[in-house]
């Protein structure tokens, strides 16, 4: 019988497998599909996957290496989540080897063991005497014994330490027998018959028939938009559906967007259930998420809650997928494997034939285009669920007004009425630091970036130069580095430097700013929020920090400092996101009995999209974009993937996406696909970065199929050709940023 060749998925960019032969001494009868092993790879060792195992291989008998070790029995991967990662791998175009190792967490990818933590305790033998002879001369051993006699149901291993219980005495009583030890695995949660921990609120009707809408769809593959203004209920909506998941036997995967503000979400759906509760983010550690991982897998977890990656988590009886705030940004992971979780969901929602629920208070575009199109049912909510009413909108228009630091006259009085009349203010300002550049009011000199073509945000607390671009930091000169002058100029504001004038303007309240610089310390952040939460007057003020999450019920007035970067913006998303963020920030503000006030400040106040959306609402808006995008044929009305490529040299990312151009072109005529164009190569919007030069090239279809069968073949001639090798290049399907 031929020697068995292992082919092997391993975390490498290379779109191929790897053939092996088997570890020494292991049978054939081993090797299970799906299981880890460690192999040789150049002077390494990688972890791979076996994907099959075969009698032939291309690669000569003498050159092929045998696998080190076999680290599964079987596949810790199971079939389901396989068949996911394998659509993944095609549709984005990404090596399938990579692909798994990013569907797998961390520890298994490095070899731990596909087992759920067993727990070792400790106890005392039976028939043990705790005055024993023979610890008539090892007092410590002694004392020991007394500590675990004291301790009935046993002493769990992690606590040894707390009890002063050594691990050299008790493993010289577990030899003498006295001591006994048991390997508990995690219980498996029990059924309910009462899942709820806490009472349900009673649906108002808008609830009701959207959660009677997806009740009929359970049980099989059924995508529904929900789409509930902020405070509409919507999170009490997918409570009570998975409250129903849990009763039918079945596990619901929830995911959430990455959290900046803390775990409010989580706890919520805490303090509801009596279920175990998988949690998968940023937060939680490697160990805790593998465990996590093999509850969901082995259906010991009833609901799995996490960040993008969560949707990698297999469940043993999947029932339900939920995917809050589908709009946001977070879900596209934007390095290495370029996949969009909310899409992915819906395929594997799909995949396992189980309903999908995408809510959002602004639904993304492309979402909207696949409820008009009839993919998703699309379910309103209107109204806010307590009773609040909507915010009302104003537009004021700065043009040749003075700002002072980025606040105009008009705001500032709205500010101070605000504040006198015992009310809060969030003042929203979507730049970080104190100015975006600092100028020399004599020769011009910018505080441009060394390493990119962008220029150094000024942080005046800190007395430095950041490039929010490359990390770059710099210490702020006192005169200028061309010319010697004093006279350096911040230019345009950022939160510090509001923060900094609103204290002046209102030395009476407290000033309170939330983003990335500040709020790195979760204590400081939960404390800022007690203060909030107090409700005595108070200015907050912010990133998009401020628009996830939280409710601030007693903020009335909310005043967004900028919104012309969505207006005027390249990037065809721009106004889109604008629209989000100015929608979700405005829905953190009022309640019942203080309705908010939103006035956005902007240069061009009559602007179309402007107007629209603080006239009559986020989906008169969405129909406005969408119909434009739909007559410039613009996504979601053609797919696009984007060619990215950098390098060193000035010219030599370009001149290989000029050649790949040229492979594209020829595979184009030789597949003979229709519908396609291929724009560029060009440089990129930010043609320097971190000491990079960027160029890009964007391939547009008129529909997937086409796209895809260019992208196969196009990928593997990409690999083969010597001009890559001195760039880094990668393939974004689907992209939702351009720069
Ligand atoms: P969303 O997820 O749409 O932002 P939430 O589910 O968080 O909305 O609800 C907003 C607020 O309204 C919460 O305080 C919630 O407890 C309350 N709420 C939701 N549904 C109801 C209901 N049916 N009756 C009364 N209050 C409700
Ligand atoms: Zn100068
Ligand atoms: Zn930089």
Redesign the pocket.
Known sequence: MPDAILRIALPSPLRRLFDYRAPPGVPRSALQPGARLRVPFGRRELIGILIEVTDHSEVPADKLKPARQLLDAQSPLPPALFKLCLWTAQYYQHSLGDTLSWALPVLLRQGEPAEVRQQRFWHLAAGAQLDDPRLSRAPRQREALQTIAQHPHGVAQQLLGQLQLSRESLGLLHEKGLVRIEIRRHAASERHLNWLAEPE????PE?RSAAEAIRAGFGRFNAFLLA???????????LQLIRETLEAGKQALVLIPEINLGPQTLARFERRFNARIALLHSGVNDRERLDAWLAARDGEADIIIGTRSALFTPMQRPGLIIIDEEHDASYKQQEGLRYHARDLAVVRAHQENIPILL?S?TPSMESLHNAHSGRYALLH?HQ???GAQQPRFLRLDVKSRPLDSGISAPMQQAIAQTLAAGQQVLVFLNRRGFAPTLLCHDCGWLSECPRCDARMTVHQRSGELRCHHCGHVERQPSNCPTCNNVDLRPVGAGTERAEERLGILFPQVPVLRVDRDSTSRKEAMTSLFNTVQRGAPCILVGTQMLAKGH?FPRVTLVAILDADGGLFSADFRASERMAQLIVQVA?RAGRAEEPGKVIIQSHLADHPLLVQLTEQGYFAFAEQALSERRSAGLPPFCHLALLRAEAHKPGQAEGFLDEACNAAELLVNELKLSGIELLGPVPAPMERRAGRYRAQLLVQANARAPLHRLLGSWMLALEQMPGGRAVRWSLDVDPIDLF
């Open positions: 609120l009673p649906l108002n609830q509930g203004v902020t405070g509409s209920g919507k999170t009490e909506v997918y809510g208070a909510l806010r669920a307590g409710h829905g």
